[in-house]
Nanobody, 125 residues
Framework: QVQLEDSGGGLVQAGGSLRLSCAAS????????LGWFRQGPGKEHEFVAT????????LYPDSVRGRFTISRDSAENTAYLQMNSLKPEDTAVYSC??????????????????WGQGTQVSVSS
């Protein structure tokens, strides 16, 4: 089992920045990748970023590429999502998730095995 605790959300003005954290505990050796997903009001869940735990390689959708950066501190078993140039459309509940299999797609929410509780990010215009 892997436990995830995400934090760092808040209210920020458009153009501002926030950094989210995702602290992993438990059987962290089983983590293949850590990802972030979000769900805005009235919207579907959206893939935001993922990082392969062993290599640090990252992937982003076009909607956040160049503005968001995912990183990890392997020693602390923590992943971070640095969000810059935030827009009102980034308003959502952001949740981190752990994927334990290399054979599943990192882009699909259904691929992930463990989830944090979510943290609210609100961007005002």
């Amino acid at each position: 089992q892997v436990q995830l605790e995400d934090s760092g959300g808040g209210l920020v003005q458009a153009g501002g920045s926030l950094r989210l954290s995702c602290a992993a505990s438990g059987r962290t050796s089983s983590i293949y990748a850590l990802g972030w997903f979000r769900q805005g009001p009235g919207k579907e869940h959206e893939f935001v970023a993922t990082i392969r735990w062993s290599t640090g390689s990252t992937l982003y959708p076009d909607s956040v590429r160049g503005r968001f950066t995912i990183s990890r501190d392997s020693a602390e078993n923590t992943a971070y999502l640095q969000m810059n140039s935030l827009k009102p459309e980034d308003t959502a509940v952001y949740s981190c998730a752990a994927l334990t299999s290399s054979t599943r797609s990192v882009y699909l929410r259904s691929s992930y095995d463990y989830w944090g509780q979510g943290t609210q990010v609100s961007v005002s215009s």
